[in-house]
Nanobody
Framework: QVQLVESGGGSVQAGGSLRLSCAAS????????MGWFRQAPEREREFVAG????????KYGDSVRDRFTISRDNTANTVYLQMNSLKPEDTAIYYC???????????????????WGQGTQVTVSS
């Protein structure tokens, strides 16, 4: 069992930055594959970024590549999403997810993740 709590969301103007945090607890937290997903109103959930348990592998969605950076601190059981050059189309609820690396053969696939946080709202104004 892994519990996830996101924080760091808020409102920002276009071009600004935010850093999201996802605090994980539970026995498997440090060895889990972690991902960030987002969902805007009336849109499907979208993969944002993912990171392997040892940070050796990271992957980004096409719309955020070169603007967002995912990282993790396993000593603190926390995953971060640094978001720079934010655009109005980045507005969404951002969710942190955790899953078994032996099960997740596609880090972008939401259905392979077992645990989800409650989400944090990010609003970018033009």
């Amino acid at each position: 069992q892994v519990q996830l709590v996101e924080s760091g969301g808020g409102s920002v103007q276009a071009g600004g930055s935010l850093r999201l945090s996802c605090a994980a607890s539970g026995r498997a937290a440090r060895t889990s594959t972690m991902g960030w997903f987002r969902q805007a109103p009336e849109r499907e959930r979208e993969f944002v970024a993912g990171i392997s348990w040892n940070a050796a592998t990271t992957k980004y969605g096409d719309s955020v590549r070169d603007r967002f950076t995912i990282s993790r601190d396993n000593t603190a059981n926390t995953v971060y999403l640094q978001m720079n050059s934010l655009k109005p189309e980045d507005t969404a609820i951002y969710y942190c997810a955790s899953g078994n690396p032996e099960k997740i053969n596609d880090i972008t696939a939401a259905h392979l993740y077992d645990y989800w946080g409650q989400g944090t709202q990010v609003t970018v104004s033009s």
